[in-house]
Nanobody
């Protein structure tokens, strides 16, 4: 299995920025998707941003224009730059990987590796 290590969460004022990091290790797959999900208190887990094996990135409507994905392919590390943060962005952010997929699957059940989560709080 793939082990995911997340970092970069914290507390910021509205309008501020954070950069989250997700590093993968333990298994290298030719086809994979790496993605960020988030879960606010009392809410379900939702998509934030995803990147397929070819580097194609997609974003949830709620974060388009504010969040940007980038990848360090040599180390299988995915970054999420979050700018212009809003209080509604406050959530536990989770990194996930879907191995064996050349594109990012729609359903969370297809993601076979998950990080422990990193808390983002915007006030």
């Amino acid at each position: 299995h793939v082990q995911l290590v997340e970092s970069g969460g914290g507390s910021v004022q509205a309008g501020g920025s954070l950069r989250l990091s997700c590093a993968a290790s333990g298994y290298s797959a030719s086809s994979y998707c790496m993605a960020w999900f988030r879960q606010a208190a009392g809410m379900g887990r939702e998509d934030v941003a995803k990147m397929s094996s070819d580097g194609t990135a997609t974003y949830a409507d709620s974060v388009k224009g504010r969040f940007t994905l980038s990848k360090d392919a040599a180390n299988d590390t995915l970054y999420l730059q979050m700018n212009s943060l809003k209080p509604e962005d406050s959530a536990m952010y989770y990194c996930a990987a879907a191995t064996g997929w050349p594109y990012c699957p729609m359903w969370m059940s297809r993601y076979d590796s998950w990080g422990q989560g990193t808390q983002v709080t915007v006030s």
